[in-house]
Nanobody
């Protein structure tokens, strides 16, 4: 059974930075494309960024140029470096496989950006 544990969120001012981490256990991590997702209050969960098993990345337009996704296959961990944060980035951030997700999700990590 896959377990996903996100960490690194917090409260930051507009323009600040955070680095999120997601530890994955119980799966053949290195073969999957992984993604970061986020869900703001009252909104649907949306895909933020993805990274293939070979390191090719893709970003949603609303984070392009500000966020960087990376992975360490040996540590079974995926990261999200978030720079130039905006209040509209406030959400709970989750990692999961992409585009087809694992059935289970982690608890997510809260990111709050104050104006």
């Amino acid at each position: 059974q896959v377990q996903l544990v996100e960490s690194g969120g917090g409260l930051v001012q507009t323009g600040g930075s955070l680095r999120l981490s997601c530890a994955v256990s119980g799966s053949a991590f290195s073969i999957y494309t992984m993604g970061w997702y986020r869900q703001a209050p009252g909104k649907q969960r949306e895909l933020v960024a993805t990274i293939t098993n070979s390191g090719r990345t893709n970003y949603s337009d609303f984070v392009k140029g500000r966020f960087t996704i990376s992975r360490d296959n040996a540590k079974k961990t995926v990261y999200l470096q978030m720079n130039s944060l905006k209040p509209e980035d406030t959400a709970v951030y989750y990692c999961n496989r992409a585009p087809e997700t694992f059935v289970s999700w982690g608890q997510g990590t809260q990111v709050t950006v104050s104006s």
